[in-house]
């Protein structure tokens, strides 16, 4: 069974280290493991030639995948990042079951108050007090850990997502919750939740 395994760590500089160490985790519980690599970092190409090559690779090793294992820690923000963002979404069109883990606990709405601030006093207008921030924008309040797109898609795929309880030291090196996630895939598989596509 193919993993198609997405999220930050491709931009790394020791991407393909972590992405061998991923590899064997997957093969370890009996899963080939997919994972891109967008090339050198320093490379440019003004044509755009290489970002279109690196785009239909991605979608291609999708298309392969059984599944989809996706690293959906915040990156550069209070959010998952937005290309790994866009390939759960793209799983999810093509119908292909979704997990994922963060190596960052808690929900959005407390790293936006974190991150951004409170509104003042008074400034929410009709609005929640408690969901309204200091740039002027509300930020949703469902309780998940991440914007409700991502967060609805990976419980429509009624698979594990594995949140870190405690902040983690190095977010984007960190495989054990990677590792959970795999042992939590390894069990729906046996259980017949998560088949080979046809």
């Known amino acids: ?3 198609y395994l997405a999220g930050p760590e491709v931009f790394l500089d020791d991407a393909r280290e972590i992405g061998r160490r991923k590899l064997e985790l997957c093969a370890r519980f009996g899963f080939s493991g997919l994972f891109p690599i967008d090339g050198e970092p320093l490379l440019v190409d003004d044509a755009g030639t290489l970002a279109r090559a ?4 991605n979608l291609a090793l999708m298309r392969t995948a059984d599944a989809v294992l996706a690293n959906l820690t915040p990156f550069r923000g209070v959010s998952a990042d937005p290309g790994t963002a866009f390939e ?3 799983a999810f069109a093509l119908g292909k079951p979704v997990a994922a883990y963060s190596n960052v606990p808690g ?3 407390h790293r936006a108050h974190a991150a951004i601030g409170h509104a003042a006093i008074g400034a929410a207008g009709a609005g ?3 969901t309204f921030l200091a740039d002027g924008l509300h ?4 309780g998940h850990f991440d914007n409700l797109m991502l967060a609805e898609a990976l419980e429509a795929s009624r698979l594990p997502v594995v949140q870190a309880q405690t902040p983690t030291a190095d977010p984007f ?4 919750l990677f590792e959970q996630t795999l042992t939590a895939l390894a ?3 046996a259980a017949g939740r998560l088949a080979p596509s046809p």
Request: hydrophobic share 50%; no cysteine; proline share 0%.
């Open 1 to 3: 069974m193919k993993l």
């Open 54 to 57: 690196i785009f239909a690779n």
């Open 88 to 90: 759960v979404g793209f």
């Open 107 to 109: 929900q959005l709405l």
């Open 128 to 130: 929640s007090a408690h």
């Open 139 to 142: 930020v949703e309040d469902f």
């Open 173 to 176: 090196r960190d495989l054990s």
């Open 187 to 189: 069990e729906a598989r």
